[in-house]
């Protein structure tokens, strides 16, 4: 530059900074090639990021698939019984489980049972069940059994599993009345496990319509709620089911009794959701976008069903997912006293009040086998509630 040049620029100018701001139109996807994994996180919903956290419950997850597993088995418990509900086997009552085997005399021949001998004890008046090990009897598959009413509606006989032909298949092994226990404890599931998700459904709505109403306008309402709250919470839950099952009329036809249940249990367990569900109303209604939603003119039923619910329904689902198995375990608790559901409904509370006497579970112990099923739902229930609230929690 000449000395001429430089006399000519302003004293003070600078030279323009070079800088590496593109002018093309701006793209989105550009910015997803250069960091997919920050920028698939931070355009990700709440929802997803719930899921991001719950896959990584690893037994949350394991306990989900058992309860989808179990649920969608409902849907098929005909056919997926080896027996129809009230069939009877009354050459074979109180029959041990048969075993399944694969080999027989050294050769594989697939699925197959021994069939059963039997001669009476005339000392103890029992039956003494011997298999007979040179007879195998193949199972049947996607066979013809015992005719069903699929939901009480259609006529089938199909079965996935059949008992071998002219021979029995006793997995879980049989009642006083000769009833397969296997099939008994596929029908109660249709029963024990719709039971928890009516009732929660009843107790859902208590709790959150009373709750909300109770956090949100406060004064006498909340008094009142409060003080009901306290009430249900001091009587003891047990002779409370007792008193209120012993109300239902015993001409009531099976299906009034299961909603009769439903709704005792749905009424007795909304207190913990209510409360809940009060505390964090009492929060949230003093936060600015709530206090914008009622200079707008918003009804309190728009506010707290479209902006303060919305605000921790994380909590509700994990709330939710706890109390199924408290149904579930009162259902089996008032059955098994025998004042809940009755026979002809099956559910496993009910077949477990069949073996209320010690010296029959001492000489049968298969009887006990419907608590198997009532644990494993109560396990994988909490199990999955604990994965939902950790991946709830906005914290962690």
Known sequence: MSVAEGAARPIGARQPIPHQVSTEPFDPASIERLTPGQERYYLASQWR???????????????????????????????????????????????????????????????FVYP??????MENLQRTYTPDTNRPQPLRFFCSGDTYRFWGWIEASFHFVCPPEDGTLFFFGTDRLGRDMLSRIIYGARISLTIGLLGVSVSFLLGVIIGGLAGYHGGWVDNVSQRLIEVLRSLPHVPLW?????????????????????????????????????????????????????????????????????????????????????????????????????????????????????????????????????????????????GLRDAADPYK
């Not at 989900?64 to 597993?69: G, K, S, Y």
């Not at 179990?70 to 109180?94: G, T, V, W």
């Not at 059963?116 to 004890?121: I, K, P, Q, S, T």
């Not at 299906?255 to 249990?265: A, C, D, P, R, W």
Request: hydrophobic residues 55%; glycine residues 6%.
């Open 49 to 111: 990021m719930m899921w991001w956290r719950f896959r990584r419950h690893r037994l949350a997850v394991v306990s989900a698939a058992i309860l989808i597993v179990m649920y969608a088995a409902i849907l098929i418990s005909e056919p997926l019984a080896p027996y129809d509900l009230h069939s009877r086997n009354i050459d074979f009552i109180y029959a041990p489980p048969q075993r399944v085997h694969f080999i027989h005399d050294g050769e594989f021949i697939g699925p």
């Open 116 to 121: 059963f001998d039997y001669e009476l004890n």
């Open 242 to 386: 007792l008193a209120l099952s012993a109300i239902l009329p015993v001409t009531w036809s099976p299906i009034l009794v299961y909603f009769g249940i439903t709704i005792i249990l749905g009424l007795l367990d909304w207190t913990g959701l209510a409360r809940a569900v009060r505390s964090k109303l009492l929060a949230l209604r003093e936060e600015d976008f709530c206090v914008a939603a009622q200079l707008m003119g918003a009804s309190p039923r728009r506010i707290i069903a479209r902006h303060l619910l919305p605000s921790f329904a994380s909590h509700l689902i994990a709330s939710v997912t706890l109390s199924v198995p408290t149904m579930i375990l009162g259902e089996t608790a008032l059955s098994f006293l025998g004042l809940g559901l009755r026979a002809p409904i099956t559910s496993w509370g009910v077949l477990l009040n069949e073996a209320q006497n010690i010296n029959v579970v001492a000489l049968y112990p298969w009887l006990m086998l419907p608590v198997a099923p009532v644990i494993l739902v109560v396990l994988a229930f909490n199990f999955m509630g604990d």
